[in-house]
């Protein structure tokens, strides 16, 4: 089945017609690959936790409020998030160095590491599925995503 078959899309379509159905197209297979991955690996965070402890991993220890304005999310929807993860022993709270009053969200080794775990099946998930795909391809579809993750991510601080 051909591309233009397969989204729907007319070939002769305006490009920002075929990104919204190529994001739209990616969303609904991202999360169905997502769920129809076999692997327990896959499984061992879900992806509020996945994306909190990247999150942490990269920018250090965090209040919950500046988590959740870097996540554009609410505030409360990131304290339950968080609550969750520390019953789960993934993060850890501490007393803010900056904010006595305050306190700082940081990953445990346990939380790190299954968030590894989760990277490395994910990685060798796409591997697998770009497995035909020359190097370059993989590399521009790299930094298209990244591209498209910046623009997106301007958009919302923007409102």
Known sequence: MSDDHRTGTDPHEEPLGRIETEVALLMRLGEATRRGTGTAEHRVLDRAAYV?????ESAGPQNVS?????????????????SAMQ????????????????????PTAAGLSRMAAVRAARTRLYGDILADWPAADRQTL???????NDALDTHARRR
């Open 52 to 56: 909190i402890l990247r999150h942490l």
């Open 142 to 148: 790299a930094t298209m995503l990244s591209r498209l």
């Open 87 to 106: 019953r789960d022993g993934l993060i850890v709270r501490e007393p803010d160095p900056h904010d006595g009053r305050g306190t700082v969200v940081s």
């Open 66 to 82: 500046a988590l959740a304005a870097r996540l554009n999310l609410d505030g409360s929807t990131v304290t339950r998030q968080v």
